[in-house]
């Protein structure tokens, strides 16, 4: 008996010219990455901007994940709309030069639509999997830099997740608070709450 294929085989030759594209728009790229080239990109397109380089991010691993979505439901109780609390949206800073997508944000107020502006942003959230990032370089740097007040990192380990809770004084993030393995995470004023950090594994 013959079955139909899941996929039709000009969707799957339409993938690969997309794939081949994206590619070749990559490696031919000349210059600086401006904000223009980076809205052209194809939508899905995992990536983030900065001072002119394109950074193409991995897709995230199930634990990755489910951390996020964990940690998105814990920051809902702390706020009265939970749709004030989203993921991974892009934050447009200095001036188009800087965009990034924090696992999870804050907002002061809803709005609609991309990106978004980081003088709405309260709060910016990373989940660092092992083998890491730039959670602790250029990009708290460029959260610190765009004026977001609050920067919260957990970050996973074989024990179980760490936290850390920066609040941006004089221009730079300084911890005020830290949850060991498995732990509790303090949040102070206006959180006035407590992350435990066991429940994101």
């Known amino acids: ?18 794939l081949r594209d994206l590619g070749e728009l990559i490696l031919f790229h000349r210059g600086e990455w401006t904000e223009a080239d980076f809205e052209a990109l194809p939508q899905g397109v995992r ?9 193409l991010t991995p897709s995230p691993n199930s634990e990755h994940i489910r951390a ?21 949206l892009d934050v447009r800073m200095a001036g188009g030069r800087r965009y990034r997508a924090p696992d ?10 991309r990106p978004m502006d980081p003088a709405n942003v309260i709060l910016v959230g990373e989940v660092i999997s092992p083998g890491g990032g730039d959670e602790y ?15 919260l990192i957990v970050q996973e380990t074989p024990a179980g997740f760490t936290g850390e809770f920066y609040r941006l ?12 393995p498995a732990g509790r995470l303090d949040l102070p004023d206006p959180f006035n709450a407590t992350i435990e950090l066991r429940e994101l594994s």
């Open 137 to 151: 370089g250029e990009k708290m740097t460029a959260y610190a830099e765009s004026g977001i007040e609050w920067y």
């Open 104 to 113: 999870v944000m804050v907002l002061h107020e809803w709005r609609r639509g």
């Open 68 to 88: 996020a979505k964990r940690l998105e439901r814990f920051l809902e109780r702390f706020v009265e709309d939970d749709s004030l609390v989203l993921r991974e």
């Open 47 to 55: 990536a983030e901007l900065h001072d002119g380089r394109l950074i």
């Open 1 to 18: 008996m013959m079955t139909e294929p899941a996929v039709s085989a000009d969707a799957v030759t339409g993938h690969r010219d997309e």
């Open 169 to 180: 004084t004089d221009g730079a993030y300084q911890l005020v608070s830290r949850g060991e």
